[in-house]
């Protein structure tokens, strides 16, 4: 069985048109708007590396992995445990960034065997035994006390910005990522693996190396995410560090924008983020009601996201037919 | 160009997200509370202790700001028990809702967040259901809690059990691996050693265990005098069943914090009695205080009136460190954020609660806590001696 | 000449059974080499072996001198080993023009995406389907899609090329133009191993024929005598009908002849 | 310690409902290849009606088996039909994803309604003791229902055309659909099935641990690692799966505590995942 999502027809170079202007409007909102804006926008920005990571293995290459937990978990904690040891905060943040995708290199070899349903129960169980190693390893990760880290310092607004623009470059990296991986030789096999595992098999491409590639890349900036974050909230503790609700959050951010499709998985976070904060603050008793009617919604009305399954297509199309019957 | 639109729609809806123009003599609070999630149920007991006092301080006017009255605002909003959203919450409510304090959500972990949020902007932060002290041991300046340090609690207990019960040797500890019942559990194991028990069993359990079988009897073959268990509701109600059922039985059982809450015992039933435990208060002890409220019975009147259920610690905490909030910002004279925080760490009021005294790491001043037992269906403080109405009863 | 191919007593068991038992054979460069035999010979499954779709369970398969009896089939289309497959496997949400492109690029040894697609072009027209290029691979019809598996392999630029049934489902015309496309890629010096059902086929192309029955080699050499082998025959038609049949060739001979294997252990 | 005959009990008391907590998610995920996200969620639901009926009408919570199970198969049929059936061949992540949209729903519904306090009902049966060995009665009788349950749906599944439709389409649904199976109304009538077995471990749990939507998460995290020890779709296997995870979890949580004992089982679901995906039963338990 193969789970494919993909459409035929990508409209992938219209990505870079509107996520030019985002990512700049984005990258103001610290500038011009309070420090609310500026920590929805980080949100954004996090979510969006996320999704776009989720996407390498879930969009291109067609592995429902809901691991994503996982590899911010082990970022966050890899982060803070050397950020604690002395680690300068960035530099924690790039060899948290390694930790993570060493991590998915081994378990990648060892999981990407199984496939479909196998895999994504599989890559959840990933997320469940982290917390619980966490849980158990109390001289190491605090276990359920958590690990404190030092408040960055600087006032909130300087804080604000620091962690704002580092996501926004994780994002930006993770974009450029993306970008690059659409046109590469290995997003080219990935792809043909998302299609039909045993022909791209056939026509020469390297399955398992390629899938276990795609892994790494998928989990390497989660990692970095992840230890931002904690350097952000300066406190972690195991059931938070290894969200099962985050790890199925993200996916549902890409299928929103459009698993497979480039840059989707931006809108999609963007989309995400904005309805659950208005959600949050409209509906106290109902919200998480409100965002599973939102989830069933998007299954069945809008399947391929909002970049996929051509609903610009469609849109232009109707556009094009309504300038013609005006013409 | 057409295609510039998602990115001013997406400007746009945030900047739709702000709230309209604020008013000027409000004092606004916000209230990040568990509404769903696994700490629901502890975020509803918030919600309702923080009702009793809005209601009677507006129906009194207000808060008295140099004279002038200042109604109060709660923003309530639900974190849905997920610490990420917490932070984001709070965070939201001082840049956005432009709250002038902050309540901190249930428990150690995430008060811990929220603390960090608060530091940052330099808003007082009104901690009452957090007692870990590595939550106060963080250097944090705007941070008050009204509960009081645990350390004393697991110090006293030791020392009066294995008095109360003579020939009470070996104490078997089982806890949550969570801040809150961990530390309470480390603490444990400490005292016990230091008031010369042996400790024959010491486990912790994850977050998600769905059965205590295992563990209750490997704790039954050690044979113990004391059986002390920490943990939330949920798993302290199963563990007691369990144990009756699987007749693992001490002298002493000890469950923390077991019957301090009301749905323990209602969900227990006759099996909750004899489990002793310690609470941060209790409604026996009536203070005569200066107040909303008066006294603690007018308090557990009021409580008990509009939700129909007995008040326990989490909902006094909570209304106590709100009243902590109203007298300083009454001393103070102002709503200035780091001028109440200053007034906040010279307080010294009592309360329906009890007495409040921040310490120098924010928490409430320790003073001898509540020990209690569920005796024939009642919560009996055995201790301190004001409050004591039994003595410790061996459980049969 | 030394041979391109030498598979050397390669067996493979499912679960005790033997679908591929000790055959040998080899390839000459330039060649082109039916595989027949019943339904269920082994023939698919020799082919998985060659081109390390499956390990076989004893024996080696040699590729240009070197030992390649445990590689993968990514291994072995980049080293010249291309197949297509009896069920057609396109990747269906590409183009045509991808399709053939993935080959030219992971498996031709394409420099970037460009060169492949050019090289895929360049096979699309070979294969007559270059009107088609921008059509997804799904919407192709079976004789397209067979054209389409045979564009991909050659973009693989293989030196052997093993066609599992390409005419497979294909009507007489097509089938003609199918025969005239093979020879055209042995015309390029592609050295071919044809598996096929259709005598008229094998007998209009092949240099050579190698006979399989019950996983075993039971004949091989020249496509008149092999297929004048009573040993053949009653394989391919049962004893009840060998003595009777003449369509193949040749009359009847004793089914207890000994059958001819070069190799020496060609079946036991 | 392997003959200590407390820890086998408790492993297979503890295995007994586990194995009905994993049944009808294993079904449903065999059949229908759906990873029903809500499972732990109806569970609960479950759970709830039969405290309410007990604490408000006071219906002996073992006679709620026969009110609540055919009522959670009516739901599960009405939502297989009009909802599921719709994306079902869709890849597995658009499934998931539905049913986990689904249980954002129901989860928020229950906390609004029931609210998430911990309630348990106080029908104390007491414990028959054997030498030193003590087998609390709830979890006795909880176990012999959850055993006859499994044990009676495999017989419908063996005996009934319904069960053997189900099991036709599980096999091969192409051929299934060919031979006139209606494959919808076995969909629904599968996801209808899995509601049931959900409803009626709902009642068991009532009856043996606190009501409290906290552990709906727990309850799923359960089934899955149940289904891939005993493997996928199998009545048999989910009762193998779930009385192993019971054992193992007793052993080594008396051995290297309660930490360890929950770690474990999911760390032997990822390596039979990954060496074993057909669990240990493999093909062989069809039904």
């Known amino acids: 069985m193969k789970s494919s999502i993909s459409s035929v027809r990508r409209p992938r170079r219209q990505g870079l048109v509107w996520f030019v202007p985002l990512a700049i409007a984005l990258a103001l909102v610290p500038l011009f708007f309070n420090n609310y804006y500026a920590q929805q926008a980080t949100f954004v920005c996090m979510y969006a590396a996320l999704a776009l990571s989720w996407n390498v293995i879930g969009g291109f290459t067609g592995y429902p992995s809901f691991s994503t937990a996982a590899f911010v978990g082990l970022g966050a904690y890899a982060g803070a445990i050397l950020q604690n040891a002395g680690m300068p905060m960035m530099l924690a943040w790039v060899a948290a960034t390694a930790v993570t995708a060493l991590f998915a290199a081994v378990l990648g070899y060892a999981i990407l065997r199984m496939k479909g349903h196998y895999f994504a129960i599989g890559s959840i169980a990933i997320v469940e035994s982290m917390r619980l190693l966490a849980s158990s390893w109390s001289s190491l990760t605090g276990g359920g006390e958590g690990l404190n880290l030092p408040i960055f310092p600087g006032g909130p607004d300087h804080a604000g910005r620091v962690f704002f623009y580092a996501m926004f470059v994780v994002m930006i990296v993770a974009a450029m990522m993306s970008l690059w991986l659409d046109r590469s030789r290995l997003g080219f096999g990935l792809r043909c693996v998302q299609q039909n595992e045993d022909a791209a098999d056939m026509v020469g491409v390297n399955v398992n190396a390629s899938k276990i590639a795609a892994f790494v890349l998928s989990a390497l900036f989660c990692g970095t995410t992840g230890a931002i974050s904690a350097s952000w909230v300066s406190y972690i503790s195991p059931p938070d560090a290894f969200s099962i609700l985050m790890t199925l959050k993200v996916p549902v951010m890409a299928l929103l924008g459009g698993a497979g499709t480039v840059l989707g998985p931006v809108l999609g976070a963007l989309v995400f983020v904005l309805v659950e904060q208005t959600l949050m603050s409209r509906f106290l008793d109902y919200s998480q009601a409100m965002l599973g009617v939102i989830i069933v919604f998007l299954i069945f009305f809008l399947p391929g996201g909002l970049l996929g399954a051509g609903l610009f297509e469609r849109l232009s199309g109707r556009l094009a037919r309504l300038r013609r019957a005006s013409a | 160009m057409r295609l510039l639109k998602p990115a001013l729609i997406a400007v746009a809806a945030l900047a739709a997200l702000s709230r309209p123009a604020l008013a000027d003599d409000v004092i606004r609070i916000g209230a990040p509370l568990a509404l769903t999630g696994g700490l629901a149920d502890e975020g509803k007991k918030q919600q309702m202790a923080y009702s009793l006092w809005l209601k009677r301080v507006n129906a009194a006017g207000g808060i008295d700001v140099a004279g002038k009255k200042m109604k109060v605002e709660m923003i309530e909003i639900d974190y849905q028990t997920d610490e ?313 | 000449m030394s041979p391109l191919l030498r598979v050397e007593g390669v067996s493979r068991y499912f679960g005790g059974v033997a679908a591929v038992n000790k055959v040998s054979f080899e390839l000459a460069p330039g060649e082109i080499v039916g595989l027949i035999g019943p339904n269920g010979a082994g023939k698919t499954t020799l082919v998985n072996l060659v081109t390390g779709v499956l390990r076989p369970s004893a024996g080696r398969v040699w590729f240009e001198g070197a030992d390649v009896t445990a590689q993968r ?196 | 310690m392997f003959l200590d005959p407390q820890i086998l009990a408790n492993g297979l008391m503890l295995g007994a409902l586990y194995a009905c907590i994993a049944v009808g998610f294993s079904l449903v995920w065999g059949v229908l290849n759906v990873i029903n996200m809500m499972h732990g969620s109806l569970i609960i639901l479950s759970g709830y009606l039969t405290f309410f009926a007990w604490l408000h009408l006071k219906v002996n919570p073992f006679l709620m088996l026969l009110v609540v199970s055919p009522l959670l198969f009516a739901f599960g049929y009405a939502l297989q039909y009009g909802l599921i059936n719709r994306v079902v061949s869709r890849p597995v992540l658009t499934t998931l994803t539905l049913t986990f949209g689904l249980d954002m729903i129901l989860y928020n519904l229950m906390n609004v309604v029931f609210e998430a306090t911990p309630r348990r009902i106080t029908l104390d049966l007491g414990s028959l003791s054997m030498g030193d060995v003590v087998l609390p009665n709830d979890r006795l009788f909880a176990m012999f229902l959850a055993l006859g349950l499994t044990l009676l749906l495999f017989w419908v599944m063996r005996t009934s055309r319904a069960g053997r439709a189900i099991v036709a389409v599980r096999m091969d649904r192409d051929a299934a659909a060919l031979m006139g199976i209606p494959i919808r109304q076995v969909y629904a009538m599968t996801f209808a099935i899995g509601a049931l077995m959900a409803g009626a471990c709902g009642v068991l749990l009532a009856i043996t641990f606190p009501v409290t939507t906290n552990i709906s998460g727990l309850l799923l995290g359960k089934a899955f690692v149940v289904c891939v020890i005993g493997g996928l779709g199998s009545v048999p296997g989910a009762l193998v799966g779930g009385l192993a995870l019971g054992l193992i979890e007793s052993y080594t949580g008396t051995w290297w505590g309660p930490q360890t004992a929950v770690l474990l089982g999911f760390v032997l679901m990822i390596v039979l995942l990954m060496t074993r995906p057909t669990g240990l039963l493999g093909k062989a338990g069809y039904e």
């Open chain 3, 73 to 268: 089939p990514w291994q072995a289309s980049r080293r010249g080993l291309a197949r297509t497959f009896q069920i057609v496997q396109p990747f269906p949400q590409m183009t045509v023009l991808e399709n053939v492109a993935a080959g030219a690029l992971f498996g031709g040894g394409a420099a970037s995406r460009p060169e492949a697609e050019d090289v895929a072009m360049e096979f699309l027209e070979f294969v007559g389907l270059a009107p088609l290029a921008e059509r997804s691979a799904m919407s192709l019809t079976l004789p397209s899609r067979k054209r389409l598996e045979l564009a991909k392999s050659l973009a693989m630029r293989p030196k052997v090329l093993l066609l599992d049934e390409v005419n497979a489902g294909l009507n007489s015309a097509e089938i003609g133009a199918a025969i005239e496309l093979i020879r055209q890629i042995a015309a390029r010096g592609v050295t071919i191993m044809l598996i096929e059902h259709l005598m008229k086929v094998v007998f209009s192309l092949c240099d050579r024929l190698l006979v399989l029955h019950h996983g075993e080699l039971i004949a091989q050499g020249d496509p008149r005598a092999v297929a004048s082998d009573p040993a053949v025959v009653k394989a391919y038609l049962g004893s009840k009908y060998a003595a009777q049949e003449q369509q193949v060739g040749a009359g009847p001979v004793d089914a207890a002849d000994p059958v001819d294997t070069p190799s020496g252990g060609g079946h036991d």
């Open chain 2, 84 to 396: 990420k959203r917490a932070q984001q919450i709070a965070e939201r409510m001082i840049t956005q809702d432009k709250v002038d304090f902050l309540t901190a959500p249930f428990g150690s972990g995430h008060t811990k967040v929220v603390a960090g949020v608060a530091e940052r902007y330099g808003v007082p932060l009104m901690a009452a259901v957090a007692s870990s002290e590595s939550v106060f041991n963080q250097g944090y300046k705007f941070l008050f809690g009204t509960l009081a340090p645990n350390g004393g609690i697991t110090e006293n207990m030791a020392i009066m059990f294995s008095k109360a019960i003579p020939g009470t040797k070996k104490i078997a500890i089982l806890g949550r691996e969570d801040v809150f019942p961990k530390s309470m559990a480390v603490e444990m194991k400490a005292s016990a050693e230091r008031a010369g028990l042996q400790v024959v069993y010491n486990e912790t359990y994850p977050v998600g265990t769905l059965d205590h079988a295992t563990a209750l009897s490997k704790m039954k073959s050690t044979q113990p005098d004391w059986i002390y268990i920490t943990g939330y509701s949920q798993d302290l109600i199963l563990a007691r069943k369990q144990m009756v059922d699987l007749k693992v039985t001490a002298p002493i059982v000890t469950m923390l914090t077991g019957p301090s809450y009301q749905e323990y015992i209602n969900a227990l039933g006759p099996m909750a009695n004899g489990v002793s435990s310690a609470s941060w208060w209790h409604q026996s002890a009536n203070f005569k205080s200066n107040d909303v409220f008066g006294s603690t019975d007018v308090f557990v009147k009021d409580f008990v009136g509009t939700f129909k259920a007995d008040p326990d610690y989490v909902g006094a905490s909570s209304a106590a460190a709100l009243i902590a909030l109203q007298k300083a910002i009454e001393k103070a004279g102002t709503t200035d954020k780091a001028k109440v925080r200053d007034a906040l760490a010279s307080l010294e009021i009592v309360t329906f609660y009890g007495p409040i005294k921040f310490g120098a790491n924010g928490m409430n001043q320790g003073r001898d806590l509540p020990i209690i037992q569920v005796q024939n269906g009642k919560v009996v403080p055995l201790y301190p001696d004001p409050i004591k109405q039994g003595t410790l009863q061996a459980v049969r």
